[in-house]
């Protein structure tokens, strides 16, 4: 599925760059994602997961769906094989997902929990990245983001409900999403990037919004 020329990052995501419109060329990013997170506690209070539903904007949805089985148990399966393929391919780049504790980025499990499926004709994919050690919030610093690292897709958190506290240990915590403040510099170099340029694995870092998990 990688369009030739196409950095082997975007094997999991390669149908994008061909479904958005030659034209306007110019301008990261060339796609979007709606994403609500849910951060999973443990019942000692400590973070052990992440959750999160994609839903992905209507050209990406329309390009999937072509083409795919009308019967809609097949196309949930043909569905659910494309999540698959998906999720191998972003593994070792962390799943997009960015937590750290004390400023320091912790290391993420292989996700075998996922689903997808359509939500008023777009496409959603819903995933749990597992911790590979659980954090304690209420003793570190614990804040996450969730970003291509190229910046090619803009991934943003739903304005209502965007961050949900889910299992026993939640009690006395709160989350708090900060929108970014990129410079004029940065939002330059973002416009001046077509499709086939990059400006390496830094630039959806600065779009990024960051959350908070505070613990009383």
Request: one cysteine or more; a negative charge; hydrophobic letters at 45%.
């Amino acid at each position: 599925m990688t369009p030739p020329g196409r950095p082997r990052r975007w094997a999991a995501i390669a149908a994008l760059a061909v479904a958005v419109p030659a034209a306007p060329a110019a301008g990261h990013p060339h796609g979007w994602i709606d994403v609500q997170s849910t951060v999973v506690f443990d019942g000692a209070g400590r973070i052990t997961a992440l959750s999160l539903d994609w839903l992905f904007d209507d050209i990406y949805s329309v390009f999937i769906l072509d083409g795919l089985p009308a019967d809609g148990e097949a196309r949930g399966a043909a569905l659910r094989e494309i999540a698959r393929q998906d999720l191998e391919n972003l593994r070792e780049y962390g799943y997009f997902t960015d937590l750290r504790v004390d400023g320091a980025r912790v290391e993420t499990g292989m996700v075998d929990e996922f689903d997808t499926g359509l939500r008023d004709e777009r496409l959603w994919l819903r995933f749990t990245v597992p911790l590979q050690t659980p954090v304690d919030p209420r003793a570190d610093a614990v804040t996450f983001a969730v970003y291509d690292p190229t910046y090619f897709l803009e991934v943003l958190h739903v304005e209502e409900t965007p961050v949900i506290l889910a299992g026993a240990g939640t009690a006395g915590c709160s989350a708090r999403v900060r929108q970014p403040a990129p410079t004029l510099e940065a939002i330059g170099l973002a416009a001046s990037l077509d499709r086939s340029e990059s400006a390496g694995d830094t630039l959806g870092e600065v779009f990024a919004q960051w959350v908070t998990i505070t613990c009383e």
